[in-house]
């Protein structure tokens, strides 16, 4: 019986001493996730926060952007005399599959962008395509370029009223874009 007792005794101090060694491990397991969670909630918010305030600056600049665009748009009428209503007129030439005006833009300042095009000819009507001319060897602007509006009334606009316009410091040279005459051969054989 005292062999019992005695065994008994062992496998309770055995147990006792398995309990401490799992409790002292649950413990610091415990201790660890609690600091893992706590840094990745500490990455989590300060995501969000980032994010956040990435959205406030776009929505401020997108306010910006409307805030010009309705001041061009007053100008615009007040130059013309024609509200945004008289674009419908456009939007129908749009749907209708009818080409584009292409104008001839010469004279251009070798640092405009085709953002600074758009800005100067949106005020007349819906700008379709932008392209400055560019030397295919060194790739720097060629002082031209084309702009295509889909309003033919818009465009013919566009054109009276820029031609003659300064821009960057040099008088621009405004025109409908005249049909490219058939290219020749480069190359002849001789």
Do not use: W
Request: aromatic share 6%; net charge negative.
């Amino acid at each position: 019986m005292e062999q019992q007792l005695q065994d008994i005794g062992v496998f309770i101090l055995h147990v006792i001493r398995e309990m401490l060694v799992l409790g002292a491990a649950g413990f610091v397991i415990g201790l660890l996730l609690r600091k893992i969670v706590k840094e990745g909630s500490d990455r989590l918010i300060n995501n969000i926060e980032f994010f956040i305030e990435d959205t406030r600056k776009n929505i401020e600049k997108l306010v910006e952007s409307i805030d010009r665009l309705l001041e061009r748009t007053t100008e615009f009428t007040e130059h013309t005399g024609r509200s945004g209503s008289d674009d419908v007129t456009t939007r129908g030439t749009l749907a209708s599959g009818a080409p584009s005006m292409p104008i001839f833009v010469g004279n251009l300042a070798f640092t405009i962008t085709e953002q600074d095009l758009r800005q100067l000819f949106e005020p007349y009507g819906v700008v379709d395509r932008i392209n400055i001319i560019t030397d295919h060897e060194t790739g720097r602007q060629r002082g031209f370029g084309f702009v295509e509006m889909p309003d033919r009334t818009a465009a013919r606009a566009a054109i009276a009223g820029l031609q003659g316009t300064e821009l960057a410091g040099r008088v621009l040279n405004v025109d409908e874009a005249k049909p490219r005459p058939p290219s020749r051969e480069r190359h002849q054989s001789r």
